[in-house]
């Protein structure tokens, strides 16, 4: 009842009205919204915070890996804010940049990739071709990694 067969001809003509309402609710990732051991999410978007003088103070990847909460309803949320900002170079930049800034002391610059990893399908995982854990970074392909921007940070107010 959360989202109708796209695969299908209903789904196929109901999408303008579903797929708002699910990809506003984190509903339609592919990550396993309802799993209860999904892996780590696929996307991430990577920083890396800089001084005044172009070294690298920190860096980091968003969202985090690990959720420290027992529900999983931050990382939730956080996979579905990564998913939208996966869809627009500019969007990742207008988020992430601030966030960074502001999160590391220090930053002048920060820049900043988008990654996607690899999941393997059920298929592969039930013929055995790869690890039966889909966080065994053994068994994946190497990421796809796409620059995204090298921007400075806005001036602190004082």
């Known amino acids: 009842m959360i989202a109708p067969n796209f695969e299908s001809y209903l789904g196929t003509k109901s999408a303008f009205i579903t797929q708002p309402y699910l990809n506003f609710f984190g509903l339609m990732s592919n990550w396993g ?7 780590p999410p696929p996307i991430h978007i990577e920083y890396a915070a800089l001084d ?10 968003w969202p985090p890996s690990a ?3 027992i529900f999983r309803e931050q990382q939730n949320r956080r996979i579905t804010a990564a998913r939208f900002m996966f869809m627009s170079d500019t969007r990742t930049e207008k ?9 590391v002391p220090g930053t002048w610059s920060v820049q900043l990739w988008k990654t996607m990893r690899y999941q393997p399908s059920f298929a ?20 796809e990694r796409q620059w ?3 921007t400075f940070c806005e001036p602190k107010a004082t």
């Open 148 to 150: 995204v921007a090298d």
């Open 33 to 39: 919204f309802f799993a209860p051991d999904p892996g």
């Open 52 to 61: 005044k003088v172009g070294h690298t103070i920190e860096t980091g990847t």
């Open 124 to 143: 592969e995982i039930a013929h055995g071709a790869k690890a039966a854990k889909l966080n065994d970074d053994t068994q994946r392909r190497q990421m």
């Open 95 to 103: 988020m992430m940049v601030p966030y960074v800034c502001n999160k």
């Open 67 to 69: 959720e420290t909460l």
